[in-house]
């Protein structure tokens, strides 16, 4: 399921789903009328785009828009897998808040752990492996020093030699 672990964040809880994230980036956001069905509950694929959202939000919180890297270093992340559970609904006009955390960090992928939650109440999970590709060519490759330096630090690890910039 998972690519082999570099960096694991520590979560040996067996009842970890059931926990709030230990996230280190969360957006808010709320819930619109063209999110929900005719019953005003939140489409199943519109979390798709609520993680989507965090994740590039957090990469330009880290100092990364995603339209410079493809130009330079001419990188993209691509959705390689996704696993995402469901647990309640999200309505109409809620407030949520979508995390982004680092499960595995890999040379050319990585998978986050994200999560969208009302309050504290965690409504859906989702483990998203992300792999490095060319812009140019979608060919496989090593994440960038700078990027991968700023993903360590953003989970508070030690940056790696294969991190330093």
Not at 7 to 31: G, I, S, T
Not at 134 to 149: G, Y
């Amino acid at each position: 399921m998972h690519p082999p672990a570099r960096r694991r964040l520590r979560r040996n809880d067996p009842d970890a789903e059931a926990l709030p994230p230990a996230a280190p980036y969360r957006l808010e956001l709320r819930v619109y009328y063209q999110d929900t069905d005719a019953g005003g509950v939140v489409f199943h694929a519109t979390y798709l785009n609520y993680l989507e959202r965090a994740r590039t939000e957090w990469l330009r919180d880290l100092g990364f828009g995603i339209g410079e890297l493809a130009r330079e270093p001419g990188v993209l992340f691509i959705v390689r897998e996704i696993q995402i559970k469901y647990f309640k609904p999200a309505l109409l006009d809620d407030s949520l808040a979508v995390t982004a955390g680092i499960e595995d960090l890999g040379r050319a992928q990585f998978t986050l752990d994200q999560r969208v939650l009302r309050s504290e109440e965690l409504l859906v999970q989702a483990h998203v492996n992300l792999a490095c590709v060319t812009a140019s060519e979608l060919k496989p490759a090593r994440v960038p020093a700078e990027i991968r330096a700023a993903l360590e630090r953003s989970q508070g690890w030690p940056i790696t030699e294969e991190g330093e910039a």
